[in-house]
């Protein structure tokens, strides 16, 4: 299974993008789904994750701006960001964790937010 994360680009302050991340083949038996970033000189950390159950967590510094959301059908996941800032710029990883705790990373995605 691969993890392919798009999406992303050049936005001004205030703006919004949708980071998209699918996935290919099968078998891995896919539970949680996240979005981590990782800004320059920055320890990458987790944005949002979501569970094959629905169950949803987002980092403190994104709550009320971004949205995850999933289609466990395509084994798809998507994060919908509004209200950007210039902190926000960092490259965006998707993330998959299936149900032996066993960790997909796909490429990363950059988010450039101009103040």
């Known amino acids: 299974v691969q993890l392919q994360a798009s999406g992303g680009g050049v936005v001004q302050a205030g703006g919004s993008l949708r980071l998209s991340c699918t996935s290919s083949?099968?078998?891995?038996?896919?539970?949680?789904m996240g979005w981590y970033r990782q800004a320059p000189g920055k320890q990458r950390e987790a944005v949002a994750t979501?569970?094959?159950?629905?169950?949803?967590n987002y980092a403190d510094s994104v709550k009320g701006r971004f949205t995850i959301s999933r289609n466990n059908t395509k084994n798809a996941a998507y994060l919908q960001m509004n209200s950007l800032k210039p902190e926000d710029t960092a490259v965006y990883y998707c993330?998959?964790?299936?149900?032996?705790?066993?960790?997909?990373w796909g490429q990363g995605t950059l988010v450039t937010v101009s103040s």
């Open positions: 993330n998959a964790r299936n149900y032996f705790s066993q960790l997909l």
């Open positions: 083949g099968s078998g891995f038996g896919i539970n949680i």
């Open positions: 979501i569970s094959n159950s629905g169950t949803i």
